[in-house]
């Protein structure tokens, strides 16, 4: 199987991450896109919003429910921390010896890849695919390593999520059915009834 490693922190998933997830999968070729879930970015300094792992992996399995092609990952959480791509790729790799794997990741993190430990290990050995991010336009990239992926852009974050629960406003529409609910019923993100 072919399989298209997207991952990050989902605090929380939103509807931008799964219609890239759903993207790739359909339209790229990917037998399936895992969804995985990072413990802790060694390369974010500020981690004060970052809710505790069960309740984003809870969020990832409400969002992601069973839609085909898309599965939930959180083998991260049982890895030594800080968690680092190249570590979780090798893992996969000695697991899963029938698969392949890419890795896809949006042009904000493709600027800083070469600070990513084991970074050309990853591009020889599994190769990345690059999407655009809205502020972080990508240029030509001459490596046949990078495969650059025209996904639909859509310019949500986590961050904005955040401040917008936390200021009080109605994030329904910008996260996947269920999600908003969740985060409501466990007053996540400072949500206030």
């Known amino acids: 199987m ?10 929380p998933i939103h509807i931008g991450h799964l ?3 759903s993207y790739m999968q359909q339209y790229v070729g990917f037998d399936e896109v895992w969804l995985m879930l990072s413990p802790l970015n060694p390369l974010k300094v ?5 809710i505790p792992d069960i309740r984003r992996l809870q969020m990832l399995d409400i969002a992601i429910g069973d839609a085909k092609g898309l599965v939930v990952n959180d083998i991260e959480l049982s890895m030594p921390r800080p ?3 190249i570590n ?5 790799s000695k697991k899963y010896q ?6 896809i990741i949006g042009s904000d993190n ?11 290990e990853i591009l020889d050995d599994y190769g990345v695919m690059v999407y655009p991010r809205p502020g972080y336009p990508l240029g030509t990239v001459y490596d046949d390593r990078v495969e650059i992926v025209k996904a639909p852009v859509t310019d949500i974050s986590s961050t904005f999520i955040r401040q917008g629960i936390a200021r009080g406003r109605d994030m ?8 908003y609910d969740y985060i409501k019923t466990n007053n996540l993100y400072g949500y206030k009834a």
């Open 110 to 120: 493709w600027k800083i890849f070469s600070q990513w430990k084991d970074s050309e």
């Open 2 to 11: 072919r399989i298209g490693l997207l991952g990050g922190s989902f605090n």
């Open 98 to 103: 029938r698969h392949t794997f890419k890795l």
């Open 88 to 92: 979780t790729l090798r893992y996969l």
């Open 46 to 50: 500020d981690t004060a919003d970052l």
């Open 19 to 21: 219609m890239l997830a």
């Open 83 to 85: 968690s680092y791509t």
């Open 172 to 179: 329904r529409y910008f996260l996947p059915v269920g999600v």
